[in-house]
């Protein structure tokens, strides 16, 4: 049985760039559906909180629902085609055909996670592009801490168990890596080996310059090791191989994070086919500067799933461009406006009080002040005040205290402390 919906915008996608198109056209009169595979808005610049127990993901992932005005319609589906010359979209929810009939389309359903070439590499890795995956990797960590807590263990396991390998030097990897260090030192009170590896010359390569020496300075002096330069060449259960100056490097771990790389989601192999649109190496839709996709003038993609002028897989670009799509088409912008991104800046916790921040290239913070920003402007832009208020309280705990709400409720461990037990939560 297939049912058919219609509606005058469909928004495919309840990321940043989604739910912004969504809220403009709702407040300009125009019916929008939104179509998501998943019931929430996810906040993904938190989910390495999530994954370190500062956060629960109640707190960053808000419903769909809750994020737009009441006049937004969402359904809950997969999609699993589109055909841009009959304007109908098809999707599956609740073991059912739906077909969507529409009159603009916006596509905007981001990225997944890019192994360059080695998908096997997933099955030993953790990712950090959904509340499940920030979840599991949570659960990950507290068992490791546990393994290298037991003096009864095997020692070559607590070392693997202690150990943590991050692929990505981008803001994802470097603050996953400096919160793993915060976790260890302040609250569960355990010495860790940290490796944090990017194949690019210097750790968060689009900052550079001083930027990126103090990071890198940063990390080192919590106790992490930074390897930049090398690619990882192997990965199973028990770590990682790296080639680094031209020599193989063994990193034995039982963690291994994977923040390198991305490509487009599914979806736009679907769009690419139906409109002609190309696409680049990652997948990503070769968009025209409106944002429309091949020669289909009421069809938007936007973020993650889009190449268009190197601009930086951010929030800020999706966001922009949704609103830009939202104001072509009721009328605000003429149809064919080149979409041009207003750059605000951009920032990197690394951990505790350290944090590197570049507003347009102009003014660069580092420490204590950047900190503080970084602080300020994501409590700004997460859904909702209840989960503001949440947000800033778990803050307190985890960084003026040494809680860890997000670990609340499991088992506490017990970390030898000269030849005694201390209890830790």
């Given at each position: 049985m297939t049912t058919t919906h219609t509606a005058d915008?469909?928004?495919?996608?309840?990321?940043f760039g989604g739910i912004a198109a969504a809220r403009r056209l709702a407040r300009r009169g125009y019916?929008?559906?939104?179509?998501?595979?998943?019931?929430?808005?996810?906040?993904?610049?938190?989910?390495?909180?999530?994954?370190?127990?500062?956060?629960?993901?109640?707190?960053?992932?808000?419903?769909?629902?809750?994020?737009?005005?009441?006049?937004?319609?969402?359904?809950?589906?997969?999609?699993?085609?589109?055909?841009?010359?009959?304007?109908?979209?098809?999707?599956?929810?609740?073991?059912?055909?739906?077909?969507?009939?529409?009159?603009?389309?916006i596509a905007a359903t981001g990225s997944a996670q890019a192994y360059f070439g080695r998908p096997e590499f997933a099955e030993h890795t953790f990712a950090l592009k959904t509340a499940a995956d920030a979840t599991t990797l949570r659960d990950h960590i507290h068992e490791r801490f546990v393994i290298a807590a037991d003096t009864t263990a095997d020692a070559a396991a607590r070392n693997r168990a202690a150990s943590f390998v991050i692929v990505g030097a981008g803001a994802t990897g470097v603050e996953t890596a400096g919160e793993i260090a915060e976790l260890a030192k302040r609250h569960f009170h355990q010495d860790v080996q940290i490796t944090l590896v990017d194949g690019a010359p210097d750790v968060l390569p689009a900052y550079g310059g001083k930027l990126s020496a103090y990071a890198r300075q940063r990390l080192t002096d919590a106790g992490i090791t930074v390897i930049t330069g090398a690619m990882v060449t192997e990965l199973d259960a028990t770590g990682a191989t790296i080639e680094h100056d031209g020599a193989p490097t063994r990193l034995d771990a039982d963690t291994v994070v994977w923040a390198a790389g991305m490509r487009a989601a599914d979806f736009a192999a679907a769009l690419a086919a139906t409109s002609g649109c190309p696409t680049d190496r990652a997948g990503r839709l070769l968009i025209n500067n409106d944002l429309t996709v091949g020669g289909y003038a009421n069809v938007f993609a936007i973020g993650d799933m889009t190449a268009l002028h190197?601009?930086?897989?951010?929030?800020?670009?999706?966001?922009?461009?949704?609103?830009?799509?939202?104001?072509?088409?009721?009328?605000?912008?003429?149809?064919g406006t080149e979409f041009r991104y207003f750059d605000k800046g951009s920032m990197a916790m690394l951990n505790r009080l350290g944090a590197v921040t570049d507003v347009r290239d102009t003014i660069k913070m580092t420490g204590p002040l950047a900190w503080v920003t970084w602080l300020l402007v994501h409590l700004y832009y997460l859904a909702g005040l209840k989960h503001r208020t949440q947000a800033l309280a778990d803050w307190a705990r985890a960084f003026v205290g040494r809680g860890r709400p997000g670990y609340a409720t499991y088992a506490p461990i017990r970390v030898p402390d000269d030849d005694k037990e201390r209890v830790v939560a």
């Amino acid at each position: 049985m297939t049912t058919t919906h219609t509606a005058d915008v469909v928004i495919v996608g309840s990321g940043f760039g989604g739910i912004a198109a969504a809220r403009r056209l709702a407040r300009r009169g125009y019916r929008a559906l939104v179509v998501s595979e998943t019931a929430h808005y996810l906040f993904q610049p938190l989910l390495y909180q999530v994954a370190t127990g500062i956060l629960e993901p109640k707190i960053i992932a808000t419903a769909v629902e809750d994020t737009v005005p009441t006049d937004v319609e969402v359904l809950k589906a997969q999609v699993t085609g589109v055909d841009a010359a009959a304007q109908k979209l098809f999707a599956t929810t609740d073991g059912h055909d739906v077909t969507i009939e529409y009159n603009w389309l916006i596509a905007a359903t981001g990225s997944a996670q890019a192994y360059f070439g080695r998908p096997e590499f997933a099955e030993h890795t953790f990712a950090l592009k959904t509340a499940a995956d920030a979840t599991t990797l949570r659960d990950h960590i507290h068992e490791r801490f546990v393994i290298a807590a037991d003096t009864t263990a095997d020692a070559a396991a607590r070392n693997r168990a202690a150990s943590f390998v991050i692929v990505g030097a981008g803001a994802t990897g470097v603050e996953t890596a400096g919160e793993i260090a915060e976790l260890a030192k302040r609250h569960f009170h355990q010495d860790v080996q940290i490796t944090l590896v990017d194949g690019a010359p210097d750790v968060l390569p689009a900052y550079g310059g001083k930027l990126s020496a103090y990071a890198r300075q940063r990390l080192t002096d919590a106790g992490i090791t930074v390897i930049t330069g090398a690619m990882v060449t192997e990965l199973d259960a028990t770590g990682a191989t790296i080639e680094h100056d031209g020599a193989p490097t063994r990193l034995d771990a039982d963690t291994v994070v994977w923040a390198a790389g991305m490509r487009a989601a599914d979806f736009a192999a679907a769009l690419a086919a139906t409109s002609g649109c190309p696409t680049d190496r990652a997948g990503r839709l070769l968009i025209n500067n409106d944002l429309t996709v091949g020669g289909y003038a009421n069809v938007f993609a936007i973020g993650d799933m889009t190449a268009l002028h190197d601009y930086p897989g951010q929030s800020p670009v999706a966001m922009q461009q949704g609103r830009h799509a939202a104001d072509t088409i009721t009328g605000k912008h003429q149809r064919g406006t080149e979409f041009r991104y207003f750059d605000k800046g951009s920032m990197a916790m690394l951990n505790r009080l350290g944090a590197v921040t570049d507003v347009r290239d102009t003014i660069k913070m580092t420490g204590p002040l950047a900190w503080v920003t970084w602080l300020l402007v994501h409590l700004y832009y997460l859904a909702g005040l209840k989960h503001r208020t949440q947000a800033l309280a778990d803050w307190a705990r985890a960084f003026v205290g040494r809680g860890r709400p997000g670990y609340a409720t499991y088992a506490p461990i017990r970390v030898p402390d000269d030849d005694k037990e201390r209890v830790v939560a």
